[in-house]
């Protein structure tokens, strides 16, 4: 596994395992155990996923195998929109969360979204970062101007921002207002998420046939070589396995160009987050993605 630096100095592993929409608890710590055993160390989960329980079985069952110890695990979560209503409504969010988890710590937690009072929310996971049971801080789906505006307003700047990139949008720009604050860009949907289908793209066949890989490969790669900390999610075995298997080829500068002229300028998210009847709705509980 190849690591990043965050910027309060922790080691942040470049490939993680995402498990979205697995609500199913057996299923859910089944893959995430599968996953460990494969060499992932890095899981990505979050509040409203309702799995942080699973998350944790699928951990103490790899730990228990003598696979892995806690110590070599970087494990995320993400507090909800609305737990950020206020300071103590966050705080409590983040006990419960690391109470599900069963976990003492988590090596990363996240603002999910910048809806609610997510300064207040802020707040609460600053002190947490400082009382040890958040070893790293970030936000997710935070839009340059977003970004900026809070990093030049928090105490503690964010170690990481989760954010939607994928070949069909590839957010450069988000990319560069990143690299000026020192925060980390991780990849929400680095296959397409299954709103997009790059598995079918000619382009990207070519490529992956040339270095005997995938185009799932090819993409988590792409974004890998330009900085990116990838956490792609799937429930299939063989497919878990293929996707950590990035480790040993080198895309070219072409090949990354090539890559990146797949942009649309747009992503699945953008027409929600744009959307106010979207941030209405979300604040009203009524959906959670
Ligand atoms: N912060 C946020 O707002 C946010 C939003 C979305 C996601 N996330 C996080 O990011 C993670 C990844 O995003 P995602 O789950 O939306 O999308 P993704 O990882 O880009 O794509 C997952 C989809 O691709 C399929 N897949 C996986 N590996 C494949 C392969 N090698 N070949 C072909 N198909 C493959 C999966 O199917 P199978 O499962 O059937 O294999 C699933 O349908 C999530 O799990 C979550 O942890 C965060």
Redesign the pocket.
Known sequence: MEYVTLNNHLKMPVLGF????VPDKNECAEIVYQAIKAGYRLI???AV?TNEDAVGDGIRKAMSEGICSREDLFITS?LWVQDMKDFDSAKQAIDTSLKKSGLEYFDLY?L??ALGDYFAAWRALEVAYKEGKLKSIGV??FYPHILTNFCETVEIKPMVN?I?L?PYFIQEDALKVMKEYNVIPEA???????RYNP?EDQMLQEIATKYNK?V?QVILRWNIQRGVVV??????QE?IV??IDVFDFCLNDEEMKLISSLDKGYGG?RTKHFDPEFVKTVLANKIH?
């Open positions: 995402g498990v979205f929409r990505d989960t979050a996923y993400k996240l999910h979204q997710s789906n989760q939607e994928h929400w949907a680095p296959l397409g998420g299954g598995f995938t799932g956490i792609p999610k799937s429930t299939h497919r293929e996707n998210s993605d």
